[in-house]
Each structure stands twice: as C-alpha cells, then as structure tokens.
C-alpha cells in the first residue's frame, strides 16, 4: 500500500479551498499518510482523496513510498508464505 508526504506547501487551486484538503496538507506535512489514513482524518471521499494526491503528483509535489501492511491479516502473510511452502513444496506461488 503507498503512502505519500507532502514535498512542499502548495498554492492550491480553487476547487480545492476547503478545509479538508487544507487538513490533508497538514497531515502530509508531518508524515506519510496512506489514501485510507488522509480519509480518516480529513472526512474526505474516497474519490477526493485521490484526485487531490493525483493533482499534487501532477504538480511534483508529492514524496511517495510503499507503506507498511494495513491489517493484522496482512502482518500473517509470511507466516502463510512459509506453511505453504513447507506442505506443497517450493514450486507453490506466493499468493
């Protein structure tokens, strides 16, 4: 799951003069923040959240990395990875 940081403070555009998408700066400011993370703590859509990052990644003004695993589920991938590997054998594709 990608994680994105704010490179530099930007001049936004009008449609995005809300206080969520000023929320979503300051956030970003700080931290990495994933796509579910900027809708928790701005209140804004799914879809919003994407466009303004796709609207500051037009602009360059977006630092992105592969951020850690989002559930508890995902955190047992390994542990699955190797059990299925020791009863199928090493040929068995990850999943």
């Known amino acids: 799951m990608k994680e994105f940081k704010l490179a530099a403070w930007p001049e936004l555009p ?7 998408y000023r929320r979503m700066l300051s956030d970003m400011s700080h931290r990495y923040m994933s796509v579910s993370a900027l809708v ?10 994407r466009l ?3 609207m500051l990644d ?6 992105e990395r592969e951020g ?4 508890f589920l ?4 390994p542990v699955g ?12 594709p990850k999943s």
């Open 58 to 63: 037009e602009k360059d003004l977006l630092l």
């Open 81 to 92: 990875d190797w059990f299925r590997r020791t009863i199928f054998g090493a040929d068995v």
């Open 52 to 54: 303004f990052l796709q």
């Open 40 to 49: 928790l703590s701005s209140g804004a859509s799914k879809m919003d959240v």
């Open 74 to 77: 995902d955190s047992l991938r």
């Open 68 to 71: 850690e695993p989002d559930s």
């Open 14 to 20: 009008a449609p995005f003069h809300r206080t969520v």
